[in-house]
């Protein structure tokens, strides 16, 4: 159960250090220091889920408090389990003031060790006797979750398995957490007795948080709007615009219980911020419920200035239930008259095929007369830079339905392709294999040398050209990303074998530091791109490092999208009637294969419907309920939340490991597809949900205008 906790410690370092104030009367309020000892500073630890004592003595550090003091002369024997239960003089008695305001200082119940940072780290649980390690076989996902939110460290993005050998772990906690996930605190998860499941592994549990901690909007004329600030892990900081669009602004506007985004405008239209500008740029697809679940890259950003900070105005609408929100989104964007540009099949949202949303339909660009100044305007208007190759003959494949444009001739400084001179809307003499397609400077990718694409030298695609990686201050780590963004299992070196030789071409980034709690390679942050970026600059003589991929690394729990990034959002349902029900499949590495039904439940049902635009699950189905599928296993075990929006997006071992059969194929009801309406954005044709959608969309925009209006025309009529 979760406590309503009526104690907090205010202005310290953390939830277990601070001044300490009460709340009554709805008023948080301090406590006055005369009588006040370790018993009852412990009370005060117990309550808080804290652990025990280190200081019961109010820190310097901790400013004044204000307000009431509504405790004096407290007097707890220690064995109780609130302050409020001590003995005092009475709410509000005292011969008191604010300088004598008690403190205490807690060791707290939970800690990371080892990591880079307090917030990620191996799990260190505080039992009374000393800081002990996690068994890792009694920790998971779910209670990874509620370290990182005690540790007010925002989410978990990983949990790993220590390796046995080695790291002195010392003594090991043996109890099993069993959290739900939603708990506020470690120690209010309820734990198995040491006899009901012992310690079966040596190994021990770490884990990663996101650096995302707090998001919020400052100096707009209401709530909604306003410049856009981001806490990382207890400092706020403005963000960079360079990236920042509409879709990103879409789910912070949602996050923030602030309807949908209508503009992203640009400029210091909301002043500008004082403090550090994060260089990291989110790219959210609009379905997520908050920032910290988009993929970010800070991989060679430039250092950016407050004259550039994101920003937005929402709708400002009263909070609207979630489906009704994404559909008076999706009606906004596409609503008649609308239009949109996006590029499809390119691995990457910065390059594909040119594709154009117009009168309800996503329509093809004919190839004819395409050239770099057409390709420029789709990139800049992308926020992807520039073209580097305007590509022709349906080079990412044909599209379907309509070509919308043919003839595109844009002088370059158009800022959308249909303020471009082209036929007609429409017209055309062209074929699907003519379709448009675009690379842009934005578009990255990642490849190792050797033939085997698992070991050799590494290289980064980026402004058109595969560059180099210099080694120079590289940390450890990166090498284990790089193996899972190209799918090469969790293991990942650095052979020591050097070699020194002259630099062939480009050397695109140079001090690439990827920590424990990044879980893509294009988190990691490192200089910027650059030509020539090896430091120092010896331009001839550089050192090269190989990097390998071991495939018997370590097991790691990450977000499966972390190795799959280019086969997102492919999921089929098998064997069932209308594609909405059924063995679940997942495109992966270029097959189709199952997923293993080890801890499938309704929450993984949930994800896969909704990924599957077939509204909410009826239910989550085991041992081939659906008949057993061929081809790999690419899934073993999925954790997913139940918001996430896609299972590539939720935690899940990789069916490398060969525990599961296809006997235990996991499959899927959904309700059916009326409430896919949030993945139909995406989507490449119009259906009759669409439609349904956009009338709902307009009706409601309708009726708020009507509110709006009825409102000021009241207003005036009676002063
Ligand atoms: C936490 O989840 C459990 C079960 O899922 C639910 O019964 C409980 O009400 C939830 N608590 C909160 C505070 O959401
Ligand atoms: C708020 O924005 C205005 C300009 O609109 C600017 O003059 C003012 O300094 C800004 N305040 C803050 C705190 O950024
Ligand atoms: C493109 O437009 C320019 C004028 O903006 C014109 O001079 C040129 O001939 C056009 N090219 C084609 C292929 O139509
Ligand atoms: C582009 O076209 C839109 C209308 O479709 C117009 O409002 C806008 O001013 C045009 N912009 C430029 C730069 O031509
Ligand atoms: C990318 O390429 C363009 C020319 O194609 C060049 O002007 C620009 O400086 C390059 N950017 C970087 C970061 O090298
Ligand atoms: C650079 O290129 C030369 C000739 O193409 C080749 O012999 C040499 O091995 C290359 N050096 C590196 C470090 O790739
Ligand atoms: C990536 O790791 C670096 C180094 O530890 C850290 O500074 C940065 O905040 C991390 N970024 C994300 C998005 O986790």
Same mark, same amino acid.
């Given at each position: 159960?979760?406590?309503?906790?009526?104690?907090?410690?205010?202005?310290?370092?953390?939830?277990?250090?601070?001044?300490?104030?009460?709340?009554?009367?709805?008023?948080?309020? @301090?406590?006055?220091?005369?009588?006040?000892?370790?018993?009852d500073?412990?009370?005060?630890?117990?309550?808080?889920?804290?652990?025990s004592?280190i200081?019961?003595?109010r820190s310097?550090?901790?400013?004044?408090?204000?307000?009431?003091i509504?405790?004096?002369?407290?007097?707890?024997?220690?064995?109780?389990?609130?302050?409020?239960d001590?003995?005092?003089?009475?709410?509000?008695?005292?011969?008191?003031?604010?300088?004598?305001d008690?403190?205490?200082?807690?060791?707290?119940?939970?800690?990371?060790?080892?990591?880079?940072?307090?917030?990620?780290?191996?799990?260190?649980?505080?039992?009374?006797?000393?800081?002990?390690?996690?068994?890792?076989?009694h920790?998971?996902?779910?209670?990874?979750?509620?370290?990182c939110?005690?540790?007010?460290?925002?989410?978990?993005?990983?949990?790993?398995?220590?390796?046995?050998?080695?790291?002195?772990?010392?003594?090991?906690?043996?109890?099993?957490?069993?959290?739900?996930?939603n708990?506020?605190?470690?120690?209010?998860?309820?734990?198995?007795?040491?006899?009901?499941?012992?310690?079966?592994?040596?190994?021990?549990?770490?884990?990663?948080? @996101?650096?995302?901690?707090?998001?919020?909007?400052?100096n707009?004329?209401?709530?909604?709007?306003?410049?856009?600030?981001?806490?990382v892990?207890?400092?706020?900081?403005?963000?960079?615009?360079?990236?920042?669009?509409?879709?990103?602004?879409?789910?912070?506007?949602?996050h923030?219980?602030?309807?949908?985004?209508?503009?992203?405008?640009?400029?210091?239209?909301?002043?500008?911020?004082?403090g550090p500008?994060?260089?990291?740029?989110?790219?959210?697809?609009?379905?997520?419920?908050?920032?910290?679940?988009?993929?970010? @890259?800070?991989?060679?950003?430039s250092?950016?200035?407050?004259?550039?900070?994101?920003?937005?105005?929402?709708?400002?609408a009263?909070?609207?239930?979630?489906?009704?929100?994404?559909?008076?989104?999706?009606?906004?964007?596409?609503?008649?008259?609308?239009?949109?540009?996006?590029?499809?099949?390119?691995?990457?949202?910065?390059?594909?095929?040119?594709?154009?949303?117009?009168?309800?339909?996503?329509?093809?660009?004919?190839?004819?007369?395409?050239?770099?100044?057409?390709?420029?305007?789709?990139?800049?208007?992308?926020?992807?830079?520039?073209?580097?190759?305007?590509?022709?003959?349906?080079?990412?494949?044909?599209?379907?339905?309509?070509?919308?444009?043919?003839?595109?001739?844009?002088?370059g400084?158009?800022?959308?392709?249909?303020?471009?001179?082209?036929?007609?809307?429409?017209?055309?003499?062209?074929g699907?294999?003519?379709?448009?397609?675009?690379?842009?400077?934005?578009f990255?990718?990642?490849?190792?040398?050797?033939?085997?694409?698992?070991?050799?030298?590494?290289?980064?695609?980026?402004?058109?050209?595969?560059?180099?990686?210099?080694?120079?201050?590289?940390?450890?780590?990166?090498?284990?990303?790089?193996?899972?963004?190209l799918?090469?299992?969790?293991?990942?070196?650095?052979?020591?074998?050097?070699?020194?030789?002259?630099?062939?071409?480009?050397?695109?980034?140079?001090?690439?530091?990827?920590?424990?709690?990044?879980?893509?390679?294009?988190?990691?942050?490192?200089?910027?791109?650059?030509?020539?970026?090896?430091?120092?600059?010896?331009?001839?003589l550089?050192?090269?490092?190989?990097?390998?991929?071991v495939?018997?690394?370590?097991?790691?729990?990450?977000?499966?999208?972390?190795?799959?990034s280019?086969?997102?959002?492919?999921?089929?349902?098998?064997?069932?009637?209308?594609?909405?029900?059924?063995?679940?499949?997942?495109?992966?590495?270029?097959?189709?294969?199952?997923?293993?039904?080890?801890?499938w439940?309704?929450?993984?049902?949930?994800?896969?419907?909704?990924?599957?635009?077939?509204?909410?699950?009826?239910?989550?189905?085991?041992?081939?309920?659906?008949?057993?599928g061929?081809?790999?296993?690419?899934?073993?075990?999925?954790?997913?939340?139940?918001?996430?929006?896609?299972?590539?997006?939720?935690?899940?071992r990789?069916?490398?490991?060969?525990?599961?059969?296809?006997?235990?194929?996991a499959?899927?009801?959904?309700?059916?597809?009326?409430?896919?309406?949030?993945r139909?954005?995406?989507?490449?044709?119009?259906?009759?949900?669409?439609?349904?959608?956009?009338?709902?969309?307009?009706?409601i925009?309708?009726?708020?205008?009507?509110?709006?209006?009825?409102?000021?025309?009241?207003?005036?009529?009676?002063?």
């Open positions: 159960m979760l406590l309503v906790l009526l104690v907090r410690l205010a202005d310290g370092s953390g939830r277990c250090d601070g001044r300490v104030e009460v709340k009554h009367q709805n008023r948080w309020g @301090t406590v006055c220091r005369f009588n006040w000892d370790q018993k500073a412990a009370v005060v630890c117990k309550q808080l889920g804290c652990g004592v200081s019961a003595a310097k550090r901790f400013v004044l408090g204000s307000g009431p509504w405790m004096d002369y407290v007097g707890c024997r220690g064995t109780e389990s609130a302050l409020s001590c003995t005092h003089r009475g709410w509000g008695k005292h011969y008191c003031i604010h300088e004598y008690v403190g205490v200082t807690c060791t707290g119940f939970v800690r990371l060790v080892g990591g880079d940072n307090r917030c990620s780290g191996r799990v260190e649980i505080n039992d009374r006797d000393g800081w002990k390690s996690v068994c890792d076989s920790f998971g996902a779910k209670a990874a979750d509620v370290v939110r005690d540790l007010q460290c925002g989410r978990a993005l990983s949990v790993t398995r220590a390796s046995p050998s080695g790291e002195g772990t010392g003594p090991i906690w043996d109890r099993e957490l069993q959290c739900v996930g708990e506020s605190t470690l120690s209010s998860c309820p734990m198995g007795t040491p006899k009901d499941q012992p310690c079966t592994q040596t190994s021990t549990a770490a884990v990663s948080c @996101t650096q995302f901690t707090g998001f919020r909007l400052v707009g004329s209401t709530a909604c709007m306003g410049r856009v600030e981001v806490e892990q207890g400092t706020w900081g403005t963000l960079c615009a360079s990236r920042w669009d509409l879709l990103d602004a879409h789910v912070l506007c949602h923030l219980g602030c309807g949908f985004a209508v503009s992203v405008p640009e400029g210091g239209q909301f002043g500008r911020g004082t500008v994060w260089g990291d740029s989110f790219h959210c697809e609009g379905t997520e419920s908050s920032l910290d679940q988009c993929p970010v @890259t800070a991989l060679g950003a250092p950016c200035s407050h004259e550039n900070n994101a920003a937005v105005i929402c709708s400002g009263e909070p609207l239930p979630g489906e009704i929100l994404q559909c008076a989104f999706v009606a906004f964007l596409l609503s008649p008259g609308s239009r949109q540009v996006r590029l499809v099949d390119g691995a990457g949202r910065c390059a594909g095929r040119v594709e154009i949303y117009y009168r309800g339909q996503w329509g093809t660009v004919c190839d004819d007369a395409w050239d770099t100044a057409d390709a420029n305007v789709v990139c800049r208007q992308l926020s992807c830079g520039w073209a580097v190759e305007a590509a022709g003959s349906a080079h990412f494949g044909e599209g379907s339905g309509h070509i919308w444009l043919d003839g595109v001739n844009c002088s400084d158009e800022t959308a392709l249909w303020n471009c001179s082209a036929e007609a809307w429409g017209q055309h003499d062209c699907h294999k003519e379709d448009a397609g675009v690379v842009c400077s934005e990255m990718a990642l490849r190792l040398e050797n033939s085997d694409g698992c070991s050799g030298r590494l290289q980064v695609f980026y402004n058109g050209t595969w560059g180099s990686v210099c080694s120079n201050s590289m940390t450890p780590h990166t090498a284990k990303l790089v193996c899972k963004e799918g090469c299992g969790d293991g990942g070196t650095r052979e020591i074998s050097i070699f020194y030789g002259r630099v062939n071409g480009t050397a695109w980034l140079d001090h690439v530091q990827c920590g424990e709690s990044n879980s893509s390679f294009w988190q990691c942050p490192s200089d910027p791109w650059e030509l020539q970026s090896c430091v120092p600059q010896f331009h001839e550089h050192r090269w490092e190989l990097l390998l991929c495939t018997s690394g370590p097991v790691t729990l990450v977000p499966w999208e972390v190795t799959a280019a086969d997102r959002e492919k999921i089929r349902a098998v064997g069932g009637k209308d594609g909405c029900s059924g063995r679940v499949e997942v495109w992966h590495r270029g097959s189709w294969g199952t997923v293993c039904d080890d801890s439940d309704m929450q993984d049902a949930e994800v896969a419907c909704r990924q599957l635009g077939c509204g909410p699950a009826v239910s989550a189905l085991a041992e081939a309920a659906f008949g057993e061929t081809g790999p296993i690419w899934l073993e075990q999925v954790e997913c939340r139940g918001t996430e929006p896609s299972l590539q997006a939720c935690w899940a990789t069916g490398d490991g060969g525990a599961c059969r296809h006997k235990e194929d499959a899927v009801n959904c309700l059916g597809e009326w409430l896919g309406l949030l139909l954005y995406s989507r490449s044709s119009i259906s009759v949900p669409v439609i349904i959608c956009i009338i709902l969309g307009l009706l925009c309708l009726l708020l205008a009507l509110l709006a209006s009825s409102a000021v025309e009241t207003a005036p009529g009676k002063a």
